[in-house]
């Protein structure tokens, strides 16, 4: 299955733990499982963004984008954590307003098996979810199965707190548990957040990732061929490494072409989607990027 197979599937069971949630609430009147129902809303909302950035990023290079859509994904990990942010700050307006205005829990029961049943789907569906967005490296799918992760934890802590609710019969639970519902949500949507601008920033690859591509140029290095200024950067699911090949001066253009394409296929054989980009240079010459007459 596809990453945008995936990503319907979530719009589906979406669509059904927001009947589920809202049902819960409905017959019990419970402030935090409207906090629960309020999350899967954003659940909804966020599978649907990222889906559509899913198909943006797999559109091929174009003129105005010869290096590709990929980064598309980061705006649905960004826009989903915004969404999360809207969603705290609902729950924690209704959790205040049950605290100056409280009102006694009908059929918590039954609002608690619903409650459950949806916490499986989405348990199920970001455990699938999960290892399918670290076999593709698609960002946008594993947003939205971490934040199904955190709707599972989530409604385990209100179901929790529940229970605890009809065993004591504290009624300000209620409003108590959704605030920490809240605050849960919050530091989730932080996080997407930031995982979003630092891809949108060009970030490095993953050390383990940097330590492969060194491995492979290690072998290929010789006292008359060495490699260096070696950068790396990740948008979406394509990897890309940049750096410079030293090579004997009294080499032909053809031999020394021949050995950049070795590097390369070894370079992508061992990283999945990776882009190498190789600058040859002799051997005794080096690359100067920052020009001192243009510091500011």
């Not at 990897?239 to 390369?264: I, N, Y």
């Not at 005794?284 to 500011?296: M, T």
Request: proline share 4%; hydrophobic share 55%; glycine share 6%.
């Amino acid at each position: 299955m596809q990453v945008a197979s995936y990503l319907k599937l979530s719009i589906a069971v979406a669509l059904a733990t927001i009947a589920l949630k809202a049902a819960a609430w409905w017959v019990s009147g419970s402030v935090s499982l409207l906090s629960d129902a309020l999350e899967a809303l954003v659940n909804l909302a966020g599978a649907s963004f990222a889906l559509a950035m899913v198909v943006i990023a797999e559109r091929p290079p174009d003129d105005d984008h010869p290096y590709g859509h990929h980064k598309a994904e980061y705006f649905s990990s960004g826009f989903e954590g915004v969404l999360i942010f809207v969603a705290a700050l609902a729950i924690i307006g209704a959790a205040v307003h049950r605290f100056l205005n409280p009102r006694p829990l009908q059929d918590l029961g039954l609002g608690l098996v619903l409650s459950v049943l949806s916490s499986v789907l989405n348990g199920a569906l970001a455990w699938a979810m999960l290892g399918k967005a670290r076999s593709h490296r698609s960002i946008a799918l594993e947003a939205d199965a971490r934040h199904l992760f955190t709707d599972v934890w989530t409604s385990a802590g209100v179901v929790a707190g529940l229970l605890a609710v009809m065993a004591t019969g504290w009624q300000w639970l209620d409003p108590a548990i959704a605030i920490a519902v809240a605050l849960n949500i919050l530091r989730e949507g932080a996080r997407l957040v930031w995982r979003s601008a630092q891809g949108l920033m060009d970030r490095a690859l993953e050390p383990d990732v940097c330590a492969e591509i060194d491995r492979t140029l290690a072998g290929f290095a010789r006292p008359s061929v060495r490699f260096d200024h070696v950068v790396t950067r990740r948008a979406g699911q394509r990897r890309f490494v940049d750096l410079h090949m030293h090579l004997p001066a009294g080499w032909t253009l053809g031999r020394a072409a021949a050995q950049r394409a070795s590097v390369e296929q070894a370079l992508m054989r061992a990283v999945p989607g990776l882009r190498a980009s190789i600058q040859l240079l002799p051997t005794n010459v080096e690359a100067h990027f920052d020009d001192p007459d243009e510091q500011p």
